[in-house]
């Protein structure tokens, strides 16, 4: 029975986005960069990411230590929308880094958005996995990107040990 419930948590689809989301940060190095993804939760299960490379001088000042935060999405003045990293710092204070979608590379944002959707529509983790394998890009740090993703999306395979930094 519990494993039945389990499967109709899985394959609800919430296509409105929840203003908040629980979110684990995953950061990975590729060919000696340092990249991070944050990957929002719904329910446990991930629900949309953010990708791309740890960039002091863009504002992805984030410690070591954090591992977890929310994703909020605001509501620019003039009726944009961005989404905010938040986390509590050592001290227990907020911590937020607005507007993560303008933060990373164009492209790299399309494609999440892109991998975002499957993964609001119930798309299986392992079958996200194999897609996003299977992507055939050209260059060195596309390519960099995309086994980052992969391995930050296959922590939330059931039974998988593959390590990653976090």
Known sequence: MEHQENEAIQQ?????????????VVRFQNNKEKWVAFVGLLN???YEIFTGLMDDDEGIMI????????????VNPNGTRRY???FQNKRGYKITVEGLNEKFNQEYWNYAKLISGMLRYRMSIENVVKLVSSLSLEGDVINTWKSGVVRALK????GNEEEVEN
């Open 155 to 158: 922590k939330y395979i059931p």
């Open 12 to 24: 609800e689809v919430v296509e409105v986005r929840p203003e908040v989301l629980e979110c684990d």
């Open 84 to 86: 905010d990293f938040q």
């Open 44 to 46: 446990g299960e991930p």
């Open 63 to 74: 410690p070591k230590s954090v591992s977890q935060g929310r994703i909020i999405k605001a």
